[in-house]
């Protein structure tokens, strides 16, 4: 069982930046972070391997948003830059025990979640 805590959310101005950070009580294959805007279904928003730190993100955050990781904190970052009033949501991290055949970009790959924090970005 991995425990997963959420901090960083807040309000901001479209333009600005937040990081949000996740912190794990213990060690997984990998780490995702997801989304869910009101009256929207949760998207995936990026993974990053523990090993070797290998990252993926989606099309709607790549070139903004930056996953990072610390090993020895066990903590996953997400460096939010040029925010955009769209990504407004609830941010979710998310552990996944083992490697999967699916797509990293499906909850369903994914075993453990955080609470999620609001992200509110102001136009």
């Known amino acids: 069982q991995v425990q997963l805590v959420e901090s960083g959310g807040g309000l901001v101005q479209a333009g600005g930046s937040l990081r949000l950070s996740c912190a794990a009580s213990?060690?997984?294959?990998?780490m995702g972070w997801f989304r869910q805007a009101p009256g929207k279904e949760r998207e995936f928003v990026g993974r990053?391997?523990?090993?070797?730190?290998?990252?993926l993100y989606a099309d709607s955050v790549k070139g903004r948003f930056t996953i990072s990781r610390d090993n020895a904190k066990n903590t996953v970052y997400l460096q939010m830059n040029s925010l955009k009033p769209e990504d407004t949501a609830i941010y979710y991290c998310?552990?996944?025990?083992?490697?999967?055949?699916?797509?990293?970009?499906?909850?369903?790959?994914?075993?453990?979640w955080g609470q999620g924090t609001q992200v509110t970005v102001s136009s």
């Open positions: 998310a552990a996944a025990a083992a490697m999967r055949t699916m797509s990293p970009t499906r909850e369903e790959g994914y075993d453990y």
């Open positions: 213990g060690r997984s294959y990998a």
């Open positions: 990053i391997r523990w090993n070797g730190g290998v990252t």
